[in-house]
């Protein structure tokens, strides 16, 4: 079933949801209901042409554990050769902007304008966070994403050059792991992700992961 979502600042039980994952429909952007939902597992994904916000949360979850990141020879090979530099935090508005270039012409395409807004705001207070791959002064990959307790929740990345958003990723999954984050939430399953070290665990693990201080 797929609830109709009201200005009342709540969410229905995710185990009523559509066997897919599609939960509800409706609502804002606001930072306290972004806030509400990844806190319950729960993610937007709207089809801006269409002018809906959809809720999501899979009961199955595809996730990557920081100490589980698959780094391939390939990529430790050009790890080793210091082509590229990586930042956190220092180029959010332009990442998340280049994401939305790649995906503005793609069927179901999600990363408008209002999209885009409300990751600032939640940027701009702390609750998402941006990694940055760099050639020379070129932003040449990257990717953005909420972060809430010991968790990173995963929105979009981009690559203008081969394997940089592979590479923002490993970094990410290395700084976590280094300052004890739990788990990196992927929101669904692609061969690109599963290839880096993502697998499914229940909604029920999920939550711990979560709620871990």
């Known amino acids: 079933m797929v609830f109709q979502l009201t200005k009342r600042l709540a ?3 995710p185990h009523w949801g559509d066997l897919d994952g599609l939960l509800a429909i409706g609502g804002d952007l606001s930072v306290d209901r972004l806030i509400l939902a990844y806190s319950n597992g729960i993610f937007p994904w709207y ?3 269409e002018k809906v916000i959809q809720w999501w949360c899979p009961l199955q979850r595809f996730v990557i554990f920081p100490e589980e990141i698959h780094i391939s020879h390939s990529m430790r090979t050009l790890m080793n050769k210091d082509k590229y530099k990586v930042t956190f935090n220092h180029a ?4 998340i902007r280049n994401c939305s270039k790649l995906r503005i012409e793609q069927e179901g395409a999600w990363l408008g304008e209002e999209m885009i807004e409300a990751y600032i705001r939640m940027y701009e207070q702390n609750l998402a966070a941006s990694v940055e791959v760099w050639e020379g002064d070129k932003l040449v990959g990257g990717l953005y994403g909420v972060t809430l307790g010991t968790c990173f929740f995963g ?3 981009f690559s203008l050059v081969p394997s940089a958003s592979k590479l ?3 970094r990410l999954a290395q700084l976590l792991h280094a300052h004890g984050g739990t788990l990196i939430d992927c929101q669904f399953e ?13 909604y029920e693990e999920y939550m711990e992961c979560l709620k871990a201080e």
Do not use: N
Not at 92 to 95: A, H, K, R, T
Not at 194 to 202: L, Q, T, W
């Open 155 to 157: 929105e979009s990345m």
């Open 168 to 170: 923002a990723l490993i």
């Open 190 to 202: 692609t061969p690109h992700l599963k290839s880096m070290g993502g697998r499914f665990i229940s």
């Open 11 to 13: 969410f229905p039980d």
């Open 47 to 49: 089809a801006f042409r």
């Open 92 to 95: 959010f508005e332009q990442v």
